[in-house]
């Protein structure tokens, strides 16, 4: 059957063609109108905002780092400046490839893997478009090594900064402290934007303390950039405040002295200004040279010096704990004198050993270790002078824990100075509610015969034994101890520290103050004192007390022998001293671990002659 054809309907077709054109114009329309719209929006209503974004695109605000503060002696001796040096700088944003950059690097000599993984963290936690320090004080060879590949490191620069240096590094290291690369901690702790462009902040000691004096005011650069991020132009520029300079009350003749003095002996020296709380010298052995901390240092070295058996970055003049011995004699004295305990001529046989009951431990003196026997009879002035232990055993059963307590706490044991540095310890005076409360033990009469005698459980710091003779050297009046003595402004006059009255030691009868500081006097310069042979031919009028810090205890009718003893457990050796005794200038205490109390005694002696020998001139 043949295909049957249908005529076109030319009308309809018409129609839909129609239609269509229709919709796609109105489609095409709407399109256009939407844009033209937008682009009137965005040119007329948006016209300030996105030219401040384009212009954002072409300036940069870069910071600019100020120049930290100096720090200076009491004299002007500089301890603490910034030497100008070629520093290698990342900016992040501007680099490809971070790791096939730092591999490059590295290749080339130009950083060690310490510092890549020191740069590594601060990447973590600086911005993008912030310049990092990679190797700080390039020399002249390394500088023109790179210069030549620099086409090959884009957002790698060599520039120009200010770096801290410590000239007399080790003598000082724990008295300044030191500076080191900013961390993630750090910013944590302190204010984020005062710190930007700025890659370092004080660690330890006055750096640490002062750190808002001595880092001074960002500063800003407004930089006109083409489309790589090259500096086309400075537009505006906000010139960086450096920070205050500091003097500091520490001679610097002083502290060497001390220093050298130390030798390669553990200990500590303070010296302090009894009429300000200045402090005149602070040393602690073995110590470190702080420069090398600037950079930053890997965790290995770090671990290295951390985990050392001579501890050289623990500060011992003001975080060693040790038994203060003999030299908290002279309190116990005072608290038996002022309470009527004893009088100055109370007197007393010493037998060589004390017995709290008939038949019970016998508790030696020292003399006995030597001697076989006592010292006799004593008084309080040669009880003090001889430093015996059995009468100041006798006269601590007397007054009992609570008042020897009482005394200890009114001196400053047992609670920090508040020295201007960070880190204190605040060392132990044992009571019977402290030991039933800490250790879960009652107080036995043996506990108030130990710390009669500054042993036991007692621990003191040199710097709060240095600020009890200065109290002493001035009958009760005490200083906070302070190491900064000026803080000099860029503008206006400077600001002078005043010294702060940290306590008063007011005794009911004040006579007795001669009495004791009278007996001091004569463990220097009289034969029978324990310092004296130390001490002969010397110039000038000094106080003094010696004293033993156990490292171990003994058994009963065990007898000390230094050279029976391993190096590491012998006893310390102290030294308290003030001079002139009529005018007090300077109060000293001096701790050397391990090593005789000659020793003390001598070292002492040689820093006092420094001093006066200054004075002299």
């Not at 059957?1 to 030319?10: A, C, G, N, R, S």
């Not at 004080?137 to 790698?156: D, I, M, Q, Y």
């Not at 116990?332 to 038949?359: E, H, I, K, R």
Request: aromatic share 10%; glycine share 6%.
């Amino acid at each position: 059957m043949p295909k049957l054809f249908t005529l076109k309907d030319h009308f309809k077709e018409t129609r839909l063609h129609l239609n269509r054109t229709v919709a796609a114009t109105i489609i095409v329309s709407t399109i256009f109108t939407i844009i033209l719209i937008r682009l009137i929006f965005l040119q007329i209503y948006e016209h300030d905002r996105y030219k401040t974004l384009s212009l954002n695109n072409q300036v940069r605000v870069v910071p600019i780092p100020p120049a930290r503060g100096n720090i200076y002696d009491r004299k002007g001796e500089l301890l603490a400046e910034n030497v100008p040096a070629f520093n290698l700088e990342i900016t992040p944003e501007h680099v490809t490839s971070m790791p096939e950059t730092l591999d490059k690097l590295e290749t080339m000599g130009l950083i060690s893997e310490t510092e890549r993984e020191n740069f590594n963290k601060q990447l973590k936690y600086k911005r993008q478009c912030e310049s990092i320090p990679i190797r700080m004080k390039l020399n002249e060879e390394e500088v023109a090594r790179f210069s030549l590949e620099k086409h090959h490191f884009p957002g790698v620069e060599i520039t120009a900064r200010l770096i801290r240096y410590y000239p007399l590094s080790e003598q000082f290291a724990h008295t300044l402290g030191y500076i080191g690369p900013i961390s993630e901690k750090d910013l944590q702790e302190n204010e984020t934007n005062s710190y930007q462009g700025m890659y370092y902040i004080g660690k330890t000691g006055i750096e640490r303390s002062y750190e808002s004096t001595l880092k001074g005011t960002v500063g800003y650069q407004h930089i006109e950039t083409d489309a790589r991020g090259r500096t086309i132009r400075i537009l505006k520029e906000y010139a960086p405040k450096k920070g205050m300079d500091l003097h500091l009350s520490v001679d610097s003749r002083l502290q060497k002295k001390a220093y050298e003095i130390l030798g390669d002996s553990k200990g500590a020296l303070v010296a302090l200004d009894p009429k300000s709380g200045e402090v005149l010298a602070m040393v602690s052995k073995p110590s470190f040279d702080p420069n090398i901390f600037v950079q930053g240092i890997n965790t290995a070295t770090y671990r290295a010096f951390k985990d050392s058996p001579d501890k050289p970055l623990f500060n011992r003049a003001i975080q060693g704990q040790y038994p203060p011995g003999s030299t908290i004699k002279p309190l116990v004295a005072l608290q038996a004198l002022d309470l009527q305990f004893v009088t100055p001529a109370y007197g007393m046989f010493d037998p060589g050993y004390f017995q709290l009951n008939p038949g019970g431990r016998l508790y030696r003196d020292w003399i006995y270790h030597k001697k076989n026997h006592g010292h006799g009879w004593v008084n309080l002035e040669s009880a003090i002078a001889q430093s015996c232990d059995i009468y100041f055993f006798t006269i601590a059963h007397k007054l009992g824990v609570k008042r020897l307590h009482d005394i200890f706490t009114r001196f400053g044991l047992g609670s920090i100075t508040n020295i201007d540095i960070p880190g204190e310890a605040g060392g132990l005076a044992p009571s019977s509610e402290w030991k039933r409360k800490v250790r879960q033990e009652d107080w036995y009469p043996g506990d108030t015969l130990n710390i009669g005698i500054g042993q036991g459980m007692m621990q003191a710091t040199p710097l709060q034994i240095a600020q009890i003779t200065a109290a002493l050297s001035m009958k009760g009046v005490s200083y906070t101890p302070h190491l900064v003595k000026e803080i000099i402004k860029a503008n206006g006059p400077p600001v002078t520290i005043t010294p702060t009255l940290a306590k008063a030691v007011i005794l009911s009868h004040p006579e007795h103050w001669d009495t004791v500081l009278q007996a001091m006097h004569k463990v220097v310069h009289s034969p029978m004192g324990t310092a004296y042979r130390a001490a002969t031919q010397i110039k000038y009028q000094m106080a003094g007390k010696t004293g033993t810090a156990q490292v171990y205890s003994l058994k009963q009718n065990e007898k000390y022998d230094a050279n029976k003893v391993k190096a590491h457990l012998r006893d310390h050796s102290w030294f308290i001293a003030f001079a002139p005794v009529d005018d007090p200038q300077i109060a000293v205490a001096l701790i050397v671990e391990n090593k005789h109390m000659r020793s003390a005694v001598e070292l002492t002696r040689s820093f006092l002659d420094c001093f006066f020998e200054e004075e002299i001139e």
